[in-house]
């Protein structure tokens, strides 16, 4: 199928804005308790405020009358098809983690900020290559080039279930994480599931000290959202619904159906709410419970449809633990974190594809503040803002505020309603309020990629063309744009190079916006006033999944390359040379120069024999020792930098 778009992308460059710094307190989980606001209360821009319960019975009795006052014909919430559709179209999604930054030996994931780790399916310490495909994770030693263990943790799991895993590492430790909250509806031994939940997130923890085992497993009704880690402290963030056995509909009218759907929340209890989890030892479960309503917090205006929980886990002992829960009632689908802040957003455009009201210009996205500098995390404050992001990238905080870019208005059709946004929020109490917005960028298209640096801000929107915006944000009351390029195509995903240079990863396109294939441009933004690209290298017909998942493109700063997944045969092009047959689902490498890119050459994996011979694409490159590293699900690759000749295969299957 032909890809559509504007032609040209623009950049905008922002100074960055920093979130007010929070301070960590014993053990409360959340603001002072206070009343919801009477009925007509104007809500500061920006501003929604968290709240406690002052006990369980209240609890219970505030969470039915917000989801009497919300449930509709067809449910509650999560129920609702559009709901569904809106969560499962979710974004999955820098610069190299801590552990790369400190040790230049190896590359680690390509993360949003230094210092925070972030899950994916391959790790690597510099001594051992860590991954897992199809439910089984395997530990390759980097100077042997062989695998030295394997442990199955889901047999089930393969690409085309759904469930795909990712995991995090922190010394003889590995995290994995489970997505198979959309494939299945888990529930805790001893209760069947219900038509609310939404499946079970699945936590393993495996000692990679000798063998590989699993040393403890954690599981939690809802979904994976997503997690962060620093240091040895995972924080996991799960999105769970109600489990409210609604009547069916029948051939009755809207009016019966909501009240005979108030009238089973009329019988509810918190069991019917709040999250369950379970702790098991191997085979043996050895523990399980909920969420205590101590632990919940609300906004002052919700429904009782879902709620968001952070779990905490300390990577260097020996078992997980309850995971220290704390939930609050809301929904979420982004994830972005600093060293000692976690951010969730929640974007709403389902509400507006159903026709409820919204604010002015369409959607708009919900962001919660959690204060993680202590063991326990602790929520801080929540605010809004106009449109919907495109994921984490379009979040960053830098002296004390939160910069968040979206896009507002209808990017479906072809008029010019849509238009993004950068605002700047400060947490000011328990309410994260709007100090400062440069508005109107990209009029009728919509953003395709974000990078905040610092005080500077780049944006690219999309149509027809590709506007390049640069913002000054270091005035967080008066952000301003500081500079524009409009060129064909446009970047989906920006990485600082150093020295005033930004790479792009994207598509090019024709004056019309037809897209065309990849294309990587370098870009001058030394002067904020006039970004300029330099160069472009396109590989015609191809897409390149670093354009939509970060952690799939890779920087190694020591040689100035890039390499990406190139997924569609084709000819790799360059001004000076050329390599022919592109690898249909291999991966590309350029080296950058000071005036634009040389192809360093191309790496492919053989058929993978285990799933039919089918092919397998190369999902992830990392760099270990000097040698190029090349991980797909069928194995990985060891090949040297000087004449790209292949060291090993090792095979996963």
Known sequence: MTRHGSRTHRWTTVAALALAGCTASPPAVAPPPADPPPAGTAVPAGGLRLVAFDSCDEALR????????????W????????????????????????????TPDFSGTNVHEAGVDEPDLVKSDGRRIVTVARGVLSVVDAATRRVTGRVALDPTTDRRSGGEASLLLHGDRALVLLRDGWVTRGTVPGRPPAPGAAGQARLVLVDLAGAPRVAGEYRMDGRLVDSRQVGATARVVISSGHRLDFPQPGKRTDAQRVAANQAVIDKATLDDWLPRYEIRDGARTVGSGRVGCDRVSR????????????????????????????????DGDTVYGTGSRLYVANDQRWRTWRGEPSEAGGSRTEIYQFD?????????????????????????????HLRVATTT???????????????????????????????????????????????????????????????????????????????????????????????G???????????????????????????????Q????????????????????????LVVLPVTRPGVV?????????????????????????????????????????????????????????????????????????????????
């Open 409 to 503: 208005g209808d990017t479906w059709n072809r008029g010019t309603s849509s238009q993004s946004g950068v605002y700047v929020l400060r947490a000011e109490g328990a309410t994260l309020n709007r100090v400062g917005a440069v508005t109107g960028l990209g009029k009728g298209e919509r953003i395709f990629a974000v990078r905040f640096l610092g005080g500077t801000g780049y944006v690219v929107t999309f149509r027809q063309t590709d506007p390049l915006y640069g913002l000054d944000l270091r005035d967080p009351a008066a952000p301003r744009v500081t500079g524009e390029l409009k060129i064909n195509g446009y970047s989906s995903y920006l990485h600082p190079a150093g020295d005033g240079r930004l790479i």
């Open 573 to 653: 092009t360059d001004q000076a040379e050329s390599v022919k047959g592109t690898p249909s689902g291999g991966v590309l490498a350029l080296r950058v120069g000071d005036k634009g890119f040389t192809v360093a050459g191309a790496v492919d994996h053989p058929a993978d024999l285990a799933d039919g011979g089918e092919w397998t694409p190369i999902r992830r490159s990392l760099m270990v020792d000097g040698v190029l590293w090349t991980v797909s699900d069928a194995g990985l690759k060891a090949t040297a930098l000087s004449g790209m000749n292949t060291l090993a295969w090792v095979p996963l299957t």
């Open 537 to 560: 290298h396109h590989v015609p017909g191809g897409w390149s999944e670093a354009e939509s998942d970060p952690h799939a493109f890779l920087y190694w700063a020591p040689e100035r």
């Open 372 to 400: 993680t500098a202590a063991a326990m995390p602790r929520y801080v404050a929540a605010g809004s803002v106009p449109g919907w992001p495109i994921g984490q990238y379009a979040m960053s905080e830098w002296d004390g």
């Open 75 to 102: 449910g509650l919430g999560s129920d609702d098809p559009l709901r569904q559709f809106a969560a499962k179209r979710a974004a999955v999604g820098g610069v190299e983690d801590a552990t790369s930054a400190s």
């Open 299 to 330: 906004p002052a205006g919700f429904s009782g449809a879902s709620m968001v929980t952070v779990l905490s886990f300390d990577l260097g002992a020996s078992t997980l633990g309850a995971g220290d829960p704390v939930t609050v009632f809301a």
């Open 62 to 73: 505030q969470i039915r009358t917000a989801a009497k006052a919300a449930v509709g014909p």
């Open 505 to 535: 990863v994207g598509q090019d396109a024709t004056d019309q916006g037809r897209v065309t294939g990849t294309q990587v441009s370098l870009f001058d933004v030394a002067d904020p006033a006039r970004p300029a690209r330099l160069a």
